[in-house]
């Protein structure tokens, strides 16, 4: 079956401009993470979807992130007047209600601002 | 402030032989802890886990250790293959209603050489 999907895969965007990132998580799949991977670091959680409410959104750096999700599918990150510390690789992960330590991700987009 | 820590950044063995890959953490309220495995331009992939009740767990040539007192856990991968070349996260998790978020460390690159 499919995996998680994201795109673009890659995205290089001029400091300032708004980026959108796209998450297709499992068909089946109740929950949805966002992640970010800075160079050299771990994976630092964003955001928690559960369904189409987002319960924790405690990670997300600042006011210029955001993000939203259609009922249990696509989720989309929008990032607000980039930075070019936002040059980051941005990882979407969904897993079974229930099973969330599982978490399945996808390939990452790697979002540069220059 | 990093509570998950891999403090080798890469680790090279030979094929056939033993891989030790290891993590520490901090925060005492994780229960529960995984390993990821990632290749290049790919997501991370679950590769094994283990509750705080257990202090192994087995996966055919993987094993991870916990050992609680000292805050450690190794994981251990025999014998090595050169498909094993990744990089390998070491992830926890705290119990209660923030069970979904993952705190990772910044993983670890390993390369078996053939």
């Known amino acids: 079956g499919a995996g998680v999907s994201q795109s673009p895969s890659n995205k290089v965007t001029e400091k300032g401009k708004d980026v959108e990132l796209r998450c297709d998580p499992i068909s089946g799949h109740t929950a949805l993470y966002w992640y970010r991977q800075r160079l050299g670091q771990g994976l630092e959680f964003l955001i928690y979807f559960q369904g189409n409410s987002a319960p924790d959104k405690s990670g997300l750096p600042s006011d210029r992130f955001s993000a939203e999700r259609t009922g249990e599918s696509v989720s989309t990150l929008t990032i607000q007047r980039t930075q070019q510390e936002d040059s980051a690789v941005y990882l979407c992960a969904s897993s079974l209600r229930g099973l969330v330590y599982e978490q399945y991700f996808g390939p990452g987009t790697r979002l540069t601002v220059t | 402030d990093q509570q998950v820590k891999q403090n080798s950044p890469s680790l090279s063995v030979q094929e056939g032989r033993i891989s030790i890959l290891n993590c520490d953490y901090t925060n005492s309220m994780f229960d529960y802890f995984l390993w990821y495995k990632k290749y290049p331009a790919e997501g991370p992939t679950f590769l094994i886990s283990i509750s705080s009740i257990k202090d192994k767990n087995e996966d055919g040539r993987f094993t991870v250790f916990l050992n609680k007192s000292a805050k450690h856990l190794s994981l251990h991968i025999v014998p090595s293959q050169p498909g094993d070349s990744a990089v390998y996260f070491c992830?926890?998790?705290?119990?209660?209603?923030?069970?979904?978020?993952?705190?990772f460390g910044k993983g670890t690159l390993l390369t078996v050489n053939p």
């Open positions: 992830a926890a998790s705290a119990g209660g209603g923030s069970n979904y978020k993952l705190t």
